[in-house]
């Protein structure tokens, strides 16, 4: 059987869909082999997406028309909106999901795509000739041509899951792991490497006492990801909050030989920022006790999620554990937590399209990269997805820049730096965060994403609106004058300075203790113009308003940093010539080859003085 198609997207996963649901949305024709029809989407570890940084991203992928905001609506259990009491540039949504919805409804939705078809099966080599892929082969002999294929391979290349001194080849816990295609990129040059991430043991929901923890609710008036109308969650499920004690520790330490990473089962790096339980233990002997989120998995299971408690012990030492925690005292466990080891790909192989340096219109997508978290390797799919159907079609490729998008700032990562260890996105690390707000993610990508042709027309003219009406809003808090006598009672109560004669309401919404709520109040006395807007358009303004003079400072940053960017550099420029190089830095651009000078500014050991030799040789 010989098949063809544009694009082949191998594995499932969040990666896997967005990769899909672009290229084809985009027009190509589009195969999706997964080794399980079954677990498309599926959340691997915990039943929950966005958070700090990573909400930010999937506001990004919905903005330019991808899914995963819909689907995380459509799914949800709960929405919070974090770190409200910080600047808007620290705000971040986060939803709790229904596992299994989650994973039918990105079914749906990749099956409502007419140019997008499935096949369930293992692929065991790339086919490739002069330099180029042109398709797959699959575990039951079949051939499938294809102009580029996707891999979005998450854990599963030579995956092996460890519990305890158990070690068993899979790439999830009871799905096997994918074998062949590691050993044939080494044959073609590719450098490659082993990472480890982990999950937590599953509970009986029945059997914990939630009366002996710390209730945590869902928002009081629930937001959702996606830019499109979405219905608020009418009804939410609340999660809760326990700790580890020193007797969970103690039993850890007491069983350092059942632990992989220590006895030393396990070489590869694991992720350092959400760490598993035995080594938040090691790593932070002075902490008496830490965090556990009991997460339950959808609206009609009983299966709870153990936030906080990733583990590779044995199941005997897990189920103890278990029970020595407060409200677990009953608890019976569904099935234990593990750690797995996985091949990835260094990044810094990658073009910033994310197609292969060494083979032409090859594409990797999400773990296989070096990242870890859902929203990371959704936005790396998305991205794959249309550079590969531009490619094709030869098209320019899209590449965001990092004061454009946080998914620019990640890709830009992962191919200038590359990673050493399980990658996962945070605000600390866009250097214009201010204004790459989850708020205004539709306002700067929007329009983008329609050029391109992801987002459709229905998205941009909500866009257009919004727009026209913050224009409305902000001419007319210029114009209203605010008296004394409306105000300053208010002021008092905020401890404020009271004004003496009329101001504009801009100008008092620009004062650090005012609130947007306290000029709705005067307004609605006063003939509710601004009570007529929608409460996420006034949000925008109000945010406009009050940080503008650190957005300009930051547009100043970024306006230097282009500077660098509009510096290109020959694609066979020869640093040799340059005498006054480092060493380190000579070697890494060699490799590199960076397009621009920005890009060289941001490549892991090359020093700033670097960059003006390059600077002062180009100019001549």
Same mark, same amino acid.
């Given at each position: 059987?010989?098949?063809?198609?544009?694009?082949?997207?191998?594995?499932?996963?969040?990666?896997?869909?967005?990769?899909?649901?672009?290229?084809?949305?985009?027009?190509?024709?589009?195969?999706?082999?997964?080794?399980?029809?079954?677990?498309?989407?599926?959340?691997?570890?915990?039943?929950?997406? =966005?958070?700090?940084?990573?909400?930010?991203?999937?506001?990004?992928?919905?903005?330019?028309?991808?899914?995963?905001?819909?689907?995380?609506?459509?799914?949800?259990?709960?929405?919070?909106?974090?770190?409200?009491?910080?600047?808007?540039?620290?705000?971040?949504?986060?939803?709790?999901?229904?596992?299994? !919805?989650?994973?039918?409804?990105?079914?749906?939705?990749?099956?409502?795509?007419?140019?997008?078809?499935?096949?369930?099966?293992?692929?065991?080599?790339?086919?490739?000739?002069?330099?180029?892929?042109?398709?797959?082969?699959?575990?039951? =002999?079949?051939?499938?041509?294809?102009?580029?294929?996707?891999?979005?391979?998450?854990?599963?290349?030579?995956?092996?899951?460890?519990?305890?001194?158990?070690?068993?080849?899979?790439?999830?816990?009871?799905?096997?792991?994918?074998?062949?295609?590691?050993?044939?990129?080494?044959?073609?040059?590719?450098?490659?490497?082993?990472?480890?991430?982990?999950?937590?043991?599953?509970?009986?929901?029945?059997?914990?006492?939630?009366?002996?923890?710390?209730?945590?609710?869902?928002?009081?008036?629930?937001?959702?990801?996606?830019?499109?109308?979405? *219905?608020?969650? &009418?009804?939410?499920?609340?999660?809760?909050?326990?700790?580890?004690?020193?007797?969970?520790?103690?039993?850890?330490?007491?069983?350092?030989?059942?632990?992989?990473?220590?006895?030393?089962?396990?070489?590869?790096?694991?992720?350092?920022?959400?760490?598993?339980?035995?080594?938040?233990?090691?790593?932070?002997?002075?902490?008496?006790?830490?965090?556990?989120?009991?997460?339950?998995?959808?609206?009609?299971?009983?299966?709870?999620?153990?936030?906080?408690?990733?583990?590779?012990?044995?199941?005997?030492?897990?189920?103890?554990?278990?029970?020595?925690?407060?409200?677990?005292?009953?608890?019976?466990?569904?099935?234990?937590?593990?750690?797995?080891?996985?091949?990835?790909?260094?990044?810094?192989?990658?073009?910033?399209? !994310?197609?292969?340096?060494?083979?032409?219109?090859?594409?990797?997508?999400?773990?296989?990269?070096?990242?870890?978290?859902?929203?990371?390797?959704?936005?790396?799919?998305?991205?794959?997805?249309?550079?590969?159907?531009?490619?094709?079609?030869?098209?320019?490729?899209?590449?965001?820049?990092?004061?454009?998008?946080?998914?620019?700032?990640?890709?830009?990562?992962?191919?200038?730096?590359?990673?050493?260890?399980?990658?996962?996105?945070?605000?600390?690390?866009?250097?214009?965060?201010? !204004?790459?707000?989850?708020?205004?993610?539709?306002?700067?990508?929007?329009?983008?994403?329609?050029?391109?042709?992801?987002?459709?027309?229905?998205?941009?003219?909500?866009?257009?609106?919004?727009?026209?009406?913050?224009?409305?809003?902000?001419?007319?808090?210029?114009?209203?004058?605010?008296?004394?006598?409306?105000?300053?009672?208010?002021?008092?109560?905020?401890? &404020?300075?009271?004004?003496?004669?009329?101001?504009?309401? *801009?100008?008092? !919404?620009?004062?650090?203790?005012?609130?947007? /709520?306290?000029?709705?109040?005067?307004?609605?006395?006063? =003939? /509710?113009?601004?009570?007529?807007?929608?409460?996420?358009?006034?949000?925008?303004?109000?945010?406009?308003?009050?940080?503008?003079?650190?957005?300009?400072?930051?547009?100043?940053?970024? *306006?230097?940093?282009?500077?660098?960017?509009?510096?290109?550099?020959?694609?066979?420029?020869?640093?040799?010539?340059?005498?006054?190089?480092?060493? *380190?830095?000579?070697?890494?651009?060699?490799?590199?080859?960076?397009?621009?000078?920005?890009?060289?500014?941001?490549?892991?050991?090359?020093?700033?003085?670097?960059?003006?030799?390059?600077?002062?040789?180009?100019?001549?």
């Amino acid at each position: 059987m010989l098949l063809k198609y544009d694009i082949i997207v191998v594995g499932g996963g969040h990666a896997g869909c967005e990769a899909a649901t672009a290229a084809s949305k985009l027009g190509a024709k589009v195969l999706l082999i997964t080794m399980n029809l079954q677990t498309i989407g599926q959340m691997s570890c915990n039943p929950a997406m =966005g958070g700090i940084a990573k909400g930010q991203l999937i506001r990004e992928i919905d903005a330019l028309g991808g899914f995963s905001g819909i689907v995380a609506d459509q799914s949800a259990i709960q929405f919070r909106m974090l770190n409200t009491s910080k600047g808007p540039a620290m705000w971040s949504p986060r939803t709790q999901n229904d596992r299994r !919805l989650f994973s039918e409804c990105w079914k749906r939705a990749l099956e409502s795509l007419p140019n997008l078809d499935f096949w369930q099966d293992m692929v065991v080599s790339l086919l490739i000739q002069d330099g180029r892929v042109r398709g797959v082969q699959t575990a039951l =002999g079949i051939t499938i041509e294809s102009r580029a294929v996707i891999l979005t391979n998450g854990t599963f290349l030579n995956g092996m899951i460890h519990i305890g001194t158990k070690k068993i080849a899979g790439g999830r816990s009871a799905e096997r792991a994918a074998t062949g295609m590691t050993e044939q990129l080494q044959k073609l040059g590719f450098e490659t490497g082993r990472m480890k991430t982990g999950t937590s043991p599953r509970v009986d929901g029945r059997t914990l006492d939630y009366d002996k923890m710390e209730i945590q609710p869902g928002d009081a008036f629930p937001g959702s990801f996606s830019f499109l109308s979405q *219905e608020p969650l &009418a009804k939410q499920k609340s999660c809760y909050i326990t700790y580890t004690n020193p007797a969970v520790h103690n039993l850890i330490k007491d069983n350092v030989a059942d632990i992989p990473i220590y006895n030393g089962q396990i070489q590869s790096a694991g992720p350092r920022y959400c760490p598993s339980i035995e080594d938040k233990v090691y790593r932070f002997a002075d902490k008496e006790r830490h965090q556990i989120f009991v997460e339950p998995e959808g609206w009609h299971t009983i299966q709870v999620y153990v936030n906080g408690l990733s583990t590779s012990l044995s199941e005997a030492i897990q189920f103890k554990m278990l029970r020595a925690i407060v409200g677990f005292e009953n608890a019976k466990m569904l099935c234990p937590g593990y750690a797995i080891e996985y091949d990835y790909f260094p990044p810094t192989q990658l073009h910033y399209t !994310l197609e292969t340096q060494l083979v032409q219109n090859l594409y990797f997508a999400g773990q296989i990269n070096g990242t870890t978290g859902y929203e990371e390797a959704a936005c790396q799919g998305l991205m794959a997805g249309i550079n590969a159907y531009r490619k094709i079609h030869e098209l320019s490729p899209v590449v965001f820049k990092r004061s454009e998008a946080y998914i620019g700032v990640l890709i830009d990562d992962l191919v200038s730096k590359g990673t050493e260890e399980p990658y996962r996105m945070f605000t600390s690390r866009a250097e214009f965060r201010i !204004l790459l707000r989850q708020d205004n993610a539709d306002l700067r990508l929007t329009e983008r994403g329609h050029a391109i042709g992801l987002a459709d027309d229905n998205r941009l003219q909500k866009v257009y609106k919004k727009k026209e009406e913050m224009a409305d809003i902000f001419h007319f808090l210029k114009k209203w004058k605010v008296h004394p006598d409306s105000i300053n009672a208010t002021l008092v109560a905020k401890n &404020a300075s009271l004004i003496d004669e009329a101001q504009s309401a *801009e100008a008092l !919404l620009k004062r650090p203790e005012m609130d947007l /709520n306290d000029l709705l109040v005067l307004d609605k006395q006063q =003939g /509710n113009t601004l009570s007529a807007y929608d409460k996420e358009v006034l949000q925008q303004v109000s945010i406009q308003l009050k940080y503008e003079s650190y957005f300009l400072k930051e547009r100043e940053l970024v *306006e230097k940093m282009e500077r660098l960017e509009h510096y290109t550099i020959p694609s066979n420029f020869d640093y040799t010539k340059l005498k006054a190089l480092s060493a *380190e830095a000579l070697e890494k651009l060699q490799k590199k080859r960076p397009a621009t000078l920005g890009q060289a500014s941001r490549i892991s050991g090359v020093r700033p003085a670097d960059v003006s030799i390059l600077m002062v040789y180009l100019g001549r």
